[in-house]
Every structure is written in structure tokens, then in C-alpha cells.
């Protein structure tokens, strides 16, 4: 199966701080997601993303397929943003499978 | 975008007992999953929901410690058999469209005791 590494595993940032979240994977793939996931263990879509750029609000989203990764970037941190954030991907060659990383544990202080 | 109910959010349970977890979604989709994330991990993709067949298990999961139903294309349920304390996890419900966007239920959070 595909391999799907995150960086960093672990994140300390002063609110107010932008910070890059990175996801590499090891085959092609025909869907990438990030999710945020809260305190209370609910996994929030933050974005649909094979390829291309994507933005929503402070959040935005960089995958470049061919090279096999893909960054998500947080701007002017708030203590909502912590969390921990996970990238999955499902491999072109298989459909049926979501692989996850394991993910960057996020904690914004005040 | 799906909107995935999944009951109960959380539980204790007592050790040997067994709980059964409901998802149900707004819309009719193809694919429906369940996975298990222990304390501290990533997710692991416990099966595949299969309507009107049996479910498909990855490795390390079986069909006896985690029955699962899938009567209809919006409704699914996991049930954890003969529960432990190393059953003690959040399981969520996922659903899909092929390669399309995935959604997750709100998870239940199970502590064994």
C-alpha cells in the first residue's frame, strides 16, 4: 500500500503564527484530504485536494501530484486551530483503501 | 457533502459485554467504512461495508469481534464483541463515492472497564 508520511509530528506555535504542514506520499493518487481532527475526536473535511491550490479563510492547501506532496498552510494561528490534522490519500491503483498519516498534533497557545 | 449520524458518541462499557455503534447518512452512497483509532494513533480501516453482503475485514480484524451490518445503501452498524480495555478507542463511520470526497460521523468514543 501506499506510504503517506506527515511533518511535523508535533507543532508549537504563539497564536497569531502561520505554520506549514506537510504530507508525502509514496505512489500516485486519485484523492487527498485533510482533516482536522477536535478535541473531541470528530474529523472536520478541511479540504478535497489530488492537485492544484485551494484556500478557505486562514486555511489553504498545495498538491503537487507528480512530486508527491502536498502542504497545508495555517495563517495567523488562532487556539482553535489545535488539534491534530491528518492527511489520507487513496492510491490510483486501488480505490477501495483511504490511508492515513499520522498526522501533526497542533497546539496554538494564547 | 454527507451528513453522517453516528450513535452513541461515547460509552463505558463493562468488560465481556458487547456495544453496537449506528451510522446513518442523509443520502444514499456507495461506500461505507468503519475505523478504529486507539488512544494516540492514526486511523486503521477496520472494513468495508458491503450492502446486502457481508462486510469486507482488513488484516487483523474479524468478522466474530466486529459484526457488521450494512441492510440498506444510508445505514450501517459495528458492533464490538466481548469487549477488553484494549478495545477502548474512538470508531468512526466513513462514507464515500469512489474516489470522490470523504465524510466522517462524529466518532463514539468507547471506554472499556
Known amino acids: 500500500g501506499i506510504q503517506v508520511e506527515q511533518s511535523p509530528p508535533d507543532l508549537i506555535l504563539q497564536e497569531g503564527a502561520n505554520s506549514t504542514l506537510r504530507c508525502n506520499f509514496s505512489?500516485?493518487?486519485?484523492?487527498l484530504q485533510w482533516f482536522h481532527q477536535n478535541p473531541w475526536g470528530q474529523l472536520i473535511n478541511l479540504f478535497y485536494?489530488?492537485?492544484g491550490t485551494k484556500q478557505n479563510g486562514r486555511l489553504s492547501a498545495t498538491t503537487v501530484a507528480t512530486e508527491r506532496y502536498s502542504l497545508l498552510y495555517i495563517s495567523s494561528s488562532q487556539t482553535t486551530d489545535s488539534g491534530v490534522y491528518f492527511c489520507?490519500?487513496?492510491?490510483?491503483?486501488?480505490?477501495?483503501?483511504?490511508?492515513f498519516g499520522s498526522g501533526t498534533k497542533l497546539n496554538v497557545k494564547p | 457533502s454527507a451528513v453522517i449520524s453516528q450513535k452513541p458518541s461515547r460509552d463505558i462499557c463493562q468488560r465481556g459485554t458487547s456495544l453496537t455503534i449506528q451510522c446513518q447518512v442523509d443520502?444514499?452512497?456507495?461506500?461505507m467504512f468503519w475505523y478504529r483509532q486507539q488512544p494516540g494513533q492514526s486511523l486503521t480501516l477496520i472494513a468495508t461495508?458491503?450492502?446486502?453482503?457481508?462486510?469486507?475485514?482488513e488484516s487483523g480484524f474479524v468478522i466474530d469481534k466486529f459484526p457488521i451490518s450494512r441492510p440498506n445503501l444510508t445505514f450501517s452498524t459495528l458492533t464490538v464483541s466481548n469487549m477488553s480495555p484494549e478495545d477502548s478507542s474512538i470508531y468512526l463511520c466513513?462514507?464515500?463515492?469512489?474516489?470522490?470526497?470523504?465524510?466522517f460521523g462524529q466518532g463514539t468514543r468507547l471506554t472499556v472497564v
Open positions: 489520507a490519500v487513496i492510491s490510483s491503483y486501488n480505490f477501495n483503501k483511504f490511508y
Open positions: 505512489d500516485s493518487v486519485n484523492n
Open positions: 466513513s462514507v464515500r463515492d469512489s474516489v470522490t470526497e470523504a465524510f
Open positions: 461495508a458491503n450492502q446486502g453482503s457481508e462486510a469486507t475485514y
Open positions: 443520502s444514499q452512497v456507495t461506500m
Open positions: 485536494i489530488p492537485s
